[in-house]
């Protein structure tokens, strides 16, 4: 469902639907936040979403919403920064990394795959194995979906999360 609010700035738009997603435990997209964030990032509009997408974390972690990112997030920097903002707000975190270890079964994926979302173009083969990925220097939950289907991967997911994921949870 899509709640849509309106009003003039100073109305109550903010401290109502904020309340709204907290009971629905709803997502909360606050427009400011988005707005305020491309005009404080002084950055090139290929990493802009992940500043937008930290700041809209950080609204769903403020009114306690579990939040899950979905990004190659291939540097220190953009990890630790996700890690931060649980650590600066003090919410456990679960850093898992998704790799496919079967080169060939990477490679058909990455050829057969079509998008989902429109005008995006995906990258192909060549794109993939020459993208600069900083290796991981700390403890993650790794999940191998050569090995795993999305369910197990999931469920070991969700195991890590219930038992105590101190190892992965640095908090």
Partial sequence: MLIIFSGLPGCGKSSISSELAKQLNATYLRIDTVEQTILN???AANTLGYFIAYAIAQDNINIGNTVITDSVNPLHLTRNTYRNIALSRGVPYLEVEVICSEITLHQERIEKRTSNIDGLKLPDWNDVINRHYESWDRERLVIDSATLTINQSVDKIIKAIRS?????NHN
């Fill in 41 to 43: 990032s002084g950055t």
């Fill in 164 to 168: 105590d994921f101190s190892t992965y």
